[in-house]
């Protein structure tokens, strides 16, 4: 079983920052793409951004040049740190992670339980 584990969501003033945290843990073999993705009730989850096991990252365009995607392989942990936040970034942000059980299965994907992230004007 793997279970993904989000942390640092809360309330934050608009121009202010929140760095979320999403940490993987179970039997894992190797985790390949991580990323974040946030939806808000009644529309779909919409890709906030990923990171590959290697570092290569992309980002929707509208939170390009003020959020930031990043990893440590070792703890198989992924983080978003999050600037210049606008009351339009409110809503709930979850974590996903493409994780292979063992060398003989295929990578399937996770889901974190979603951490909600509220911005004030």
């Known amino acids: 079983q793997v279970q993904l584990a989000e942390s640092g969501g809360g309330l934050v003033q608009a121009g202010g920052s929140l760095r979320l945290s999403c940490a993987a843990s179970g039997t894992i073999y190797s985790i390949n793409a991580m990323g974040w993705y946030r939806q808000a009730p009644g529309k779909q989850r919409d890709l906030v951004a990923t990171i590959t096991s290697g570092g290569v990252t992309n980002y929707a365009d509208s939170v390009k040049g003020r959020f930031t995607i990043s990893r440590d392989n070792a703890k198989n942990t992924v983080y978003l740190q999050m600037n210049s936040l606008k009351p339009e970034d409110t809503t709930v942000y979850y974590c996903?992670?493409?994780?292979?059980?063992?060398?003989?299965?295929?990578?399937?994907?996770?889901w974190g339980q979603g951490t909600q992230v509220t911005v004030s004007s």
């Open positions: 996903n992670a493409n994780i292979a059980l063992n060398r003989w299965v295929r990578p399937t994907g996770y």
